[in-house]
């Protein structure tokens, strides 16, 4: 097992006059045994950023380190990590046990003791009768196990996730979920796992880096991400739906946002004077989409009504009190948070 | 809604496939009836007349030495065809697939040959091997070889070997080409975290998920060297010396119209088409089962 240290990690394509950064000196240490997640749009670089993890992209600048080994010109396979790809990247000619034993065979693990390391992942997995089943024959989630078990039986210090449940539906996912927390639990091993959902984010994660263009807008614990945004982009990135920026708010500062989550207002007979544009229900609460009107523009605020609470009118003018002490601010220009 | 024109007319679908139809029957089936009937006759010396003769035609090839010796020709000539022929091709498939800059540009010239008639493949050839003044017979006389494929027979079977594959290239890069980008790259990478080297990565991976391309390869270079390198036998060695590179479908050619022995010549044929349905038949019998993931 191992801990992770990037250092002002760059990666460019091309070269000279024509390259292209794409990571902008990204910084992170990821402690021994944590569960990082990596999250954001697509094209942040979070991807490219765990493919140099993994040794599959040239690392342009900067230096990444697993355990107290820097890697950076170290070979994918002499980097002691395992990764499960996107579309599982199983060899479609080979038994789910030979898919489970390739690495070992390779790395000359005598044969009983394969075969005792894939029983046992196989396991752990719930695949043992489907041991001698080519990946074709199986169902998405099984091959998305077969690659989960592939990277177990080589017992690696890091394992390196890129969005690995993205191609499982709605239901298997959240059941893979729990099941991959479950195994890093029992297992212990220092994970990296990247994706696009907020929500597999903020339900695997220990802590979470929040990625944006190139550049790791913040790192923490989900909480902390949640509560306190470093950024507009981290606050209108996690949590759903996004948090209300509102840029010329009153009683603030000029140059100054203020955002405020939509659970944290609450409807009350003064204070900011809104028009019910839309009303939308999803079981358990109601969302409230209010127009405010400044000057010639307006804006959109949303508000979380939980159930029980009397829902406005449409069309009705309504006033909110937003919670004082849960409004945040950030600086307009740049976005960061004050 | 129905998307697909119907026809109400009975004769029209028959009138829209008539053109294929008729090509087949005129240019496929009536020559082949024909020399299957010819192989059951013979001529007389001087023509005028045919005589039924059963499979007697049949019965003196098998006794024929000659006959037996082309078999051996062959199948030299087409192993060799097809095991260089794929090997090269596909060695410079594996490179072209690593190329970034200038792509297209190497596939392209990679691609020309095929556009080579086999005649043309086959002087050109001559004209570099003609001995001494042809480019590579010269070379190779400075460094001790006396190239000559009119008297060597060795000389002439590699000569011929040698401009079937060159002409065969084009058409296997192409698949192995296509067949190699078809591979995820992500199992190769997949591969080189759990260790393999780029060797092992080739034999145990990519190998093996490049083997019904392969196997479809050989099926058609076979027949390739089977029939199509004619023309470049022909052009080169005429089946020479004596008849060490007179393969099948040059002896079917040379028996008839240099010989003159019809029944024999149409009876070779008839031999040659039951090995090219042979190998069609395994061909779609392996295809459609073993090798495909």
């Known amino acids: ?338 | 809604m129905e998307k697909r024109v119907r026809f109400k007319s009975r004769w029209l679908p028959w009138v829209l496939v008539a053109p294929q139809l008729a090509i087949t029957l005129i240019f496929f089936y009536w020559p082949a009836a024909q020399a299957l009937l010819q192989s059951v006759m013979m001529d007389a010396p001087f023509g005028g007349s045919l005589e039924f003769v059963g499979l007697d035609n049949f019965r003196q090839l098998f006794n024929d030495p000659d006959y037996l010796a082309s078999f051996r020709t062959t199948a030299i000539f087409s192993i060799l065809v097809a095991v260089c022929g794929l090997s090269i091709s596909l060695l410079l498939a594996v490179m072209a697939n690593r190329v970034v800059r200038g792509e297209r540009f190497y596939k392209t010239l990679l691609i020309w040959p095929y556009a080579v008639a086999p005649v043309v493949a086959g002087v050109l050839w001559v004209f570099m091997f003609a001995s001494p003044m042809g480019v590579i017979a010269f070379w190779l006389q400075a460094v001790g070889i006396n190239w000559n494929h009119l008297l060597n027979s060795n000389h002439a079977m590699t000569l011929i070997i040698i401009a079937a594959v060159w002409k065969q290239i084009s058409y296997n890069f192409l698949f192995f080409l296509a067949g190699l980008q078809s591979i995820p790259k992500s199992l190769i990478e997949a591969a080189a975290i759990d260790g393999a080297s780029p060797w092992r990565r080739f034999w145990t991976i990519v190998f093996p998920l490049l083997s019904p391309t392969t196997f479809f390869l050989l099926v058609i270079n076979v027949v390739y060297s089977f029939f199509d390198t004619f023309g470049i036998i022909d052009a080169t060695t005429k089946g020479g010396p004596g008849k060490d590179t007179s393969i099948l479908v040059y002896k079917v050619y040379y028996d008839g119209f240099k010989a003159m022995d019809m029944g024999g010549s149409a009876a070779q044929s008839v031999i040659l088409m039951a090995i090219v349905v042979t190998l069609t038949v395994i061909q779609f019998r392996f295809v459609e089962k073993k090798v495909q993931y």
């Not at chain 1, 695949?127 to 690696?156: C, D, F, H, T």
């Not at chain 1, 900011?272 to 544009?277: G, K």
């Not at chain 1, 989409?289 to 804006?299: L, P």
């Open chain 1, 1 to 338: 097992m191992a801990s992770i240290t990037l250092s002002k990690v760059f990666k460019s394509y091309g070269s000279g006059k024509t390259a292209n950064q794409v990571i902008h000196g990204v910084s992170a240490e990821i402690h021994d045994g944590e569960f990082v997640v990596v999250v954001g749009p697509s094209g942040c670089g979070k991807s490219t950023l765990l493919r140099m993890v993994a040794g599959l992209e040239e690392i342009s600048g900067g230096e990444i380190s697993i355990g107290s080994r820097v890697v950076n010109d170290l070979e994918p396979s002499e980097r002691d990590i395992a990764m499960v790809f996107q579309n599982y990247a199983l060899y479609p000619h080979m038994s789910v046990f030979d898919n489970m034993a390739y690495g070992l065979k390779i790395a000359r693990v005598p044969k009983d003791e394969i075969k005792a390391r894939v029983d046992k992942a196989a396991k752990i997995l719930e695949l043992g009768q489907y041991l001698n089943r080519k990946p074709r024959e199986l169902s998405g989630g099984q091959r998305q196990r077969v690659a989960m078990g592939r990277a177990i039986v080589r017992q690696p210090q890091v394992f390196l996730f890129d969005e690995p449940l993205s191609n499982l539906d709605a239901k298997l996912r959240a059941h893979t979920r729990l099941e991959i927390q479950k195994l890093h639990r029992d297992l212990g091993i220092t994970s990296l796992f990247v994706t696009h959902d907020q929500v597999e984010a903020m339900t695997l994660a220990q802590r979470m880096i929040v990625m944006n263009a190139g550049i790791m807008e913040q790192f923490g614990t989900p909480e902390e991400v949640y509560a306190r945004p470093a950024s507009t982009f981290v606050a209108t990135f996690i949590g759903s739906p996004p948090m209300n920026l509102i840029k010329e708010a009153p009683g603030a500062k000029p140059g100054v946002t203020v955002g405020i989550r939509p659970e944290h207002l609450d409807i009350t007979d003064s204070g900011w004077a809104l028009t019910v544009d839309a009303l939308e229900t999803l079981g358990a609460e109601r969302l409230v989409y209010g127009r405010w009107q400044h000057g010639e523009g307006y804006e959109l605020v949303i508000i979380r009504c939980d159930e029980g609470r009397p829902v406005p009118q449409l069309g009705s003018t309504i006033h909110v009190t937003p919670r004082p002490d849960r409004l945040h601010y950030f600086d307009t220009t740049t976005g960061k948070r004050i």
